[in-house]
């Protein structure tokens, strides 16, 4: 296994929670690195800039002061995920703040840079980078990001559309350093599952929309309690990036899930749809196909604690399966 060294001994479960847009708050992040996952979310959650700064101040302090009161079973590290794409403005802006946080985990997506793996390691931190396919992943790891993110088919967001099974496989061929896998996780046999295959840490999203910390309407938390993976549809319309939603929120706007249009690939937003009125992620929905394993809306340390219990559970039956 090639877990982090940031990581180990940190860990209640190998288990990292992905950055939700406008969902991940520092509630959610606290709560999740409390319980003993690594908790994240995207920078550009935080609008204004000034909001970014008094984040990683509370979520530094009140971690340090959890760690302090609890130096046998400490917190896990966090997480800020930075858009590596020429639409993010704000890109230099919020490394200056990682950098004054000495922020322990960079997760980069759409798009690698070297200067930016180079920046993260100068201050002793590490960079996760997702990838949707093995070019994406060659290139991440030949431009020094240390591990690597395989977003397979059934992540919610922006979501690849190639097997986990394929693509860990594909990775493992000339990789062996960390590498997390995401898609349609959302229990703790399929935390065990995703080792199993090779990962060394499973990425969940989806379930902690669910949680009572999380950022979003009570409706849509109940959506992933009351809908299943039947009600997901994956498409380009929304930010010119593939990914997937849950077509009863699409149809509430007004539109046919099942009848589309294909987005302007070139016309990448990601605060609201290209080429739809309505908004992703407020008004149209993002999930993963993981989401019958959500059954009530819960604590975030009450899914940790739930999947912690199921991962312990999967891996004695292997031991002993009578």
């Not at 919020?94 to 690698?112: H, R």
Request: net charge negative.
């Amino acid at each position: 296994m090639a877990t982090p060294s940031i990581m180990v001994g940190k860990l209640r479960i190998p288990v990292v929670a992905a950055p939700l847009f406008i969902i991940s708050n520092p509630d959610l992040v606290i709560a999740q690195c409390k319980a003993g996952i690594v908790g994240s979310f995207p920078s550009l959650n935080a609008r204004p800039i000034e909001v970014l700064d008094e984040w990683l101040e509370r979520i530094t302090t009140e971690l340090k002061a959890y760690d302090e009161a609890n130096p046998d079973a400490p917190s896990a590290p966090f997480a800020v995920n930075q858009i590596v794409h020429r639409s993010n403005d704000r890109l230099d802006q919020d490394m200056d703040l990682c950098e004054k946080y000495q922020v322990p985990i960079v997760i980069t997506s759409l798009g690698a840079k070297v200067e930016i793996n180079e920046r993260v390691h100068s201050w002793g931190g590490i960079v996760l980078h997702d990838i949707i396919n093995n070019k994406f992943a060659k290139k991440a790891i030949e431009k020094g990001a240390d591990g690597l993110i395989a977003v397979a088919a059934g992540a919610g967001g922006h979501a690849g559309a190639l097997s986990p099974f394929a693509l860990i496989q594909e990775i493992r061929d000339w990789f062996d350093g960390p590498l997390l896998l995401s898609g349609s996780i959302a229990n703790g046999n399929a935390v065990l599952a995703a080792q199993a295959m090779g990962a060394d840490l499973a990425y969940i999203g989806s379930a902690f929309i669910a949680t009572k910390e999380a950022n979003a309407d009570l409706a849509y938390k109940q959506a992933l309690v009351d809908y299943a993976a039947s009600d997901i549809v994956y498409t380009n319309l929304f930010t010119g990036v593939h990914g997937n939603y849950l077509a009863p929120s699409i149809t509430a706007n007004g539109l046919d899930p099942e009848n589309l249009p294909t987005s302007d690939a070139s016309q990448m937003n990601f605060g609201s749809g290209g080429n739809a009125e309505a908004k992703a992620w407020k008004d149209i929905w993002g999930c993963g196909q993981g989401i019958g394993a959500v059954t009530a809306i819960v604590s975030a340390g009450e899914l940790v604690e739930r999947l912690s219990q199921e991962y312990a559970t999967a891996k004695a039956k292997l031991v002993s399966p009578d």
